[in-house]
């Protein structure tokens, strides 16, 4: 995809940041220099820089490149971007000590360190290493004006909202406590954000709070619903799960789908087919083509899996002439004076999950063990024995059916995704990481 980075017309004077929505159709003259990532441009200034990056050859890349955007018109400047700068404040949260170059945002100015923005974007490493910023070069009278402010560079933020330096802020300095807890929103806009400024720590931090709302592990996913209300703050639109697919497959993040397929598959068939609004007047958010098809034939295998692992010992024939629970020789309910022995128990009770069918194969949720009522049962009818030796079978089947998980749903196996995330990331770090000092 070209992407502008950055523009310095000598008519003007101003420099603005690169935004993915920038994509003027402009002729560069003597008097305007347009930067374009991977210009004649910039790789001749990347030979006098020593830390200039080198991009990897689009040979060896492990996923399709992206479409080509087409142009599209740039929203007009809002109120606050036509204020003077002497009409800015300073934002006193984000003007730090070591900052050599001063960011407006709107109507707020920030002082960052240039060296900390190139370490955790290559976006700004290019455009200072190939001198589109005059970091430190401020004019000789001190005064403020569209280029300057304090004597320091000034760099211009437009096409990029306060919400969106402030999450970049946050990654520049490692503001940890600040990227903690996120909105669904946020991990949305950071992930954007990320290819927008080639930042390998910021898509990072996007992966692992979208980790909390679709855990790649089967203890963790159980207790997803916990791990969302601790770590992920607002509320959560309707269509969740079908935004989270698709983000899934725009940047490559292959270790989700089988989690978020799982969800989607919890829906009604119209929905999977149609898609989930989340106001009665708004659009549908729906399912790129074809995954359709792969969920809902994944879930009648999930539930036709789940009574032959989950409830594999149900099946299982004990022995008429000393019959006994799941326990085995440990069962304490063998032969006694009052009451079902647990081999009775579990015979009646795999007769009547039979003739309902919901129980062995949960149309909602068939990773789940048991409901309520079938574990009031078990704890009430059968001895402490044979209760853990039932939970114990139905753990291990349980483990079974999520190593399985994502060839249901036509994804591969967990290994297979493995390979490729690891593939992405080797692939990313090689293009943005300074140094490649992020292939560690």
């Known amino acids: 995809m070209s992407r502008t980075a950055a523009v310095n017309n000598t008519s003007n004077g101003k420099k603005r940041a690169r935004d993915d929505t920038d994509a003027e159709s402009v002729i560069p003259t003597p008097q305007e220099v347009v930067f374009t990532p991977g210009s004649e441009g910039s790789r001749t200034s990347a030979s006098s820089s020593p830390r200039k990056r080198a991009r990897v050859n689009a040979e060896v890349q492990t996923s399709p490149p992206r479409t080509a955007a087409t142009a599209i018109a740039l929203p007009p400047p809002t109120v606050a971007d036509q204020l003077p700068i002497q009409a800015c404040e300073r934002r006193k949260d984000f003007w730090f000590a070591d900052g050599d170059v001063v960011i407006r945002a709107e109507n707020q100015l920030f002082k960052l360190n240039s060296e900390k923005m190139g370490i955790a974007c290559n976006f700004f490493l290019s455009m200072f290493n190939d001198g589109h910023i005059g970091v430190g070069n401020g004019r000789p009278d001190g005064e403020d004006d569209e280029d300057h402010y304090q004597g320091m560079p000034l760099i211009?933020?437009?096409?990029?909202?306060?919400?969106?330096?402030?999450?970049?802020?946050?990654?520049?300095?490692?503001?940890?406590?600040?990227?903690?807890?996120?909105?669904?929103?946020?991990?949305?806009?950071?992930?954007e954000l990320s290819r927008k400024y080639e930042s390998l720590p910021m898509r990072e931090i996007?992966?692992?709070?979208?980790?909390?709302?679709?855990?790649?592990?089967?203890?963790?996913?159980?207790m997803s619903t916990y791990l969302r209300k601790k770590y992920i703050t607002g509320a959560l639109?309707?269509?969740?799960?079908?935004?989270?697919?698709?983000?899934?497959?725009?940047?490559?993040?292959?270790?989700?789908?089988?989690?978020?397929?799982?969800?989607?598959?919890?829906?009604?068939?119209?929905?999977?087919?149609?898609?989930?609004?989340?106001?009665?007047?708004?659009?549908?958010?729906?399912?790129?083509?074809?995954?359709?098809?792969?969920?809902?034939e994944g879930r009648e295998s999930a539930r036709e899996m789940r009574s032959g692992l989950i409830f594999k010992f149900m099946e299982e024939a004990w022995d008429e002439d000393e019959p006994s629970g799941p326990s085995g020789d440990k069962c304490l309910h063998q032969h006694p004076r009052v009451g079902p022995t647990c081999h009775q128990t579990i015979s009646r009770l795999r007769c009547d999950w039979q003739k309902d069918g919901h129980v062995l194969r949960n149309t909602r949720h068939p990773l789940k063990m048991l409901g309520m009522s079938s574990r009031l049962a078990i704890r009430d009818m059968l001895c402490p024995p044979c209760r853990f030796a039932m939970k114990e079978e139905m753990s291990k089947g349980q483990a079974k059916l999520w190593v399985g998980l994502p060839t249901l749903f036509d994804l591969g196996t967990w290994f297979e995704i493995e390979r490729k995330v690891k593939a992405k990331r080797l692939e990313l770090a090689k293009m943005w990481s300074p140094d490649e000092e992020m292939l560690s």
Do not use: C
């Open 206 to 222: 996007a992966i692992r709070n979208m980790g909390f709302l679709y855990p790649t592990a089967l203890p963790d996913f159980m």
């Open 237 to 296: 639109p309707q269509s969740l799960h079908f935004q989270a697919y698709n983000l899934a497959v725009e940047f490559d993040l292959y270790q989700f789908l089988p989690g978020i397929s799982y969800r989607i598959s919890q829906y009604d068939f119209q929905q999977i087919i149609e898609g989930v609004r989340d106001t009665p007047d708004a659009e549908p958010h729906r399912l790129p083509a074809g995954a359709h098809t792969s969920i809902l």
């Open 156 to 191: 211009h933020g437009t096409h990029t909202s306060l919400h969106e330096w402030e999450l970049l802020i946050y990654v520049i300095y490692k503001m940890k406590a600040k990227l903690l807890m996120m909105s669904w929103d946020d991990i949305r806009t950071m992930l």
